[in-house]
């Protein structure tokens, strides 16, 4: 980070002591820390993923980001990096790995399919976007989106990474967070937190 964008609050430094000194807020250091050490949880469910691979290789390297560490154990991951078609079968399972990572954790949406079921939308098996079940912070459009446009969208979390504040951050709250409950896959995905509104339709209908 260089010394102008370090020097939040835009103190003057007298001439003699710059390079030496610097004056920054808990915050900015805090997010800087934090931005720089964002490790995915891949969740590769169709075409997008293999663009989601190539963002690793050589020519992309997500390391300069400080993300080239792609773990497939949620308790290491802050961001779940769902790219490709999500099908009705594969939401409890994402929604338990999301709740499986420990605060603070992102979710990046790759691609038309995870952002809002892409070309498969109304689908009997596809869900139209899992930010139907999951917080997503950051849309990646295209069909597939580069490589290019994958690391985009990282950029844009890192930017959402710093306007945080360590005092309003949910996880340092005294309230647990909670889990968010697991879908329920039967003949349909029924999404547990509206069984209420099922049943009330349930009664109007008689
Ligand atoms: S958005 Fe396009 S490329 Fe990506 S998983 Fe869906 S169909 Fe495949």
New binding site residues.
Partial sequence: MSENELNSPGYDIPPELQGQVAITTLDRLYNWGRRSSVWPLMFG?????I?MIVSQASRYDLSRFGMEVMRPSPRQSDLLLI???VTKKMVPLLVRLYNQMPEPKYVVA?????SGG???KEGYNVVSGIDRYLPVDVYIP????TPQALINGLIRLQEKIDKQSIKQVPWYRKEPIEAIPIPILGPDLIDPRKIPQIKNRKAQEG
């Fill in positions: 469910l169709a075409c997008c993923a663009e790219s490709g078609t790759m691609g038309a399919c995870a892409g070309p498969f295209g069909c597939p989106p």
